[in-house]
């Protein structure tokens, strides 16, 4: 069974750092794009970054320059490195992988076939 599994995240003050991270198996990880989306308490969903088997990168406006995907294909695992953090930040982070024929990545929260459970990040003073 695929399941990405996060851990990372915590309670943190405005301009801290934190790293995600997400291991994905049951899969082969290689071949698939993955991506970090975040749902801040109140409001919808939204794609924070991705990125795909070639390691093209999107990143949202909101967090260009301050967050940082990366991979690590021998270990199954999608890192976000968070700098910088604001409270604006403050949201459940999940991590997401797409299906078959996933090797780019999409702006689509649709075309994320399997998700995980979630991690809280909150940034307060």
């Known amino acids: 069974q695929v399941r990405p599994v996060e851990s990372g995240g915590g309670l943190v003050q405005p301009g801290d750092s934190l790293k995600l991270a997400c291991v994905a198996s049951?899969?082969?990880?290689?071949?698939?794009?993955m991506a970090w989306f975040r749902r801040p308490p109140g409001k919808e969903r939204e794609l924070v970054a991705a990125?795909?088997?070639?390691?093209?990168?999107y990143s949202a406006d909101s967090v260009r320059g301050r967050f940082t995907i990366s991979r690590d294909n021998p270990k199954n695992t999608v890192y976000l490195q968070m700098n910088s953090l604001q409270f604006a930040d403050t949201a459940v982070y999940t991590c997401?992988?797409?299906?078959?024929?996933?090797?780019?990545?999409?702006?689509?929260?649709?075309?994320?076939?399997?998700w995980g459970r979630g991690t809280q990040v909150t940034v307060s003073s």
């Open positions: 997401a992988a797409r299906g078959f024929y996933g090797a780019d990545y999409s702006t689509l929260y649709s075309d994320y076939n399997y």
């Open positions: 049951g899969f082969p990880f290689n071949n698939r794009a």
């Open positions: 990125i795909s088997t070639d390691g093209k990168i």
